[in-house]
């Protein structure tokens, strides 16, 4: 559950708003990329552009079907970023880091 690099991945894809609405569509179900298209004022490169990073980071599985592609939420991959926001939001089950806390009181800083 450690692997930063991996999960940020994940934040990358949702990092723009067209592809969180394009998951908020696909948490409904499976939808056609033709679907997808016609609720976005988006050109069919932008649309495969944005499927394309939403696939590669695992939170979007693609299917083919013919000459068209459906679309569904990988529901592991986002159980999994669901406990990796728990995991580094909490500090629970892992070691955390406590500094000296010297620097901070307010009669060292009021001596500087």
Same mark, same amino acid.
């Given at each position: 559950?450690? $692997? ?19 998951? $908020? ?8 990329? %033709? ?19 939403? %696939? ?8 083919? $079907? ?33 500094? $000296? ?12």
């Amino acid at each position: 559950m450690n $692997d930063h690099a991996e999960q940020s991945l994940f934040f990358k894809a949702l990092s723009d708003p067209n592809r969180i609405m394009i998951v $908020d569509m696909l948490s409904c179900g499976e939808l056609c990329a %033709c679907t997808i298209l016609e609720a976005f004022s988006l050109s069919q490169p932008t649309l495969s552009h944005h499927m394309k990073i939403l %696939c590669r980071s695992g939170l979007v599985i693609p299917r083919r $079907d013919g000459k068209w592609t459906h679309y569904s939420l990988n529901r592991e991959k986002f159980s999994e970023l669901i406990s990796f926001i728990n995991y580094i939001s909490t500090g629970a089950g892992k070691e955390c880091i406590h500094f $000296d806390t010297k620097c901070c009181d307010a009669n060292v800083l009021s001596q500087k």
